[in-house]
């Protein structure tokens, strides 16, 4: 079992900058990939960026270069540094990690102002 717990979310301007965390705990061994999604419209996740335990990193094409991936294995902690962030960006992000199989954090709430 992996348990996550994310923090960092809040009320930023456009063109500000956030950094999420994620801390894992529990068979952390084990996880193959970490990563954020987003929450989305209807509830479709939409992939932001992942990380390896190799780390190779992935992004969506919309934060590509606003938005940076990185793991602190010593805290078996992932981060996800937005910059740039526009109204967009809005939604509940969510961590993400693989083993054998998935498991997610509760979520926490980016808002974007104009």
């Known amino acids: 079992q992996v348990h996550l717990v994310e923090s960092g979310g809040g009320l930023v301007q456009a063109g500000g900058s956030l950094r999420l965390s994620c801390a894992a705990s529990?068979?952390?061994?084990?996880?193959?990939?970490m990563g954020w999604y987003r929450q989305g419209p209807g509830n479709q996740r939409e992939l932001v960026a992942t990380i390896t335990s190799r780390g190779s990193t992935r992004y969506v094409d919309s934060v590509n270069g606003r938005f940076i991936i990185s793991i602190d294995n010593a805290k078996n902690t992932v981060y996800l540094q937005m910059n740039s962030l526009k109204p967009e960006d809005t939604d509940v992000y969510l961590c993400?990690?693989?083993?054998?199989?998935?498991?997610w954090g509760q979520g926490t709430l980016v808002t974007v102002s104009s």
């Open positions: 993400y990690a693989q083993t054998h199989r998935e498991y």
């Open positions: 529990g068979t952390i061994f084990s996880i193959n990939v």
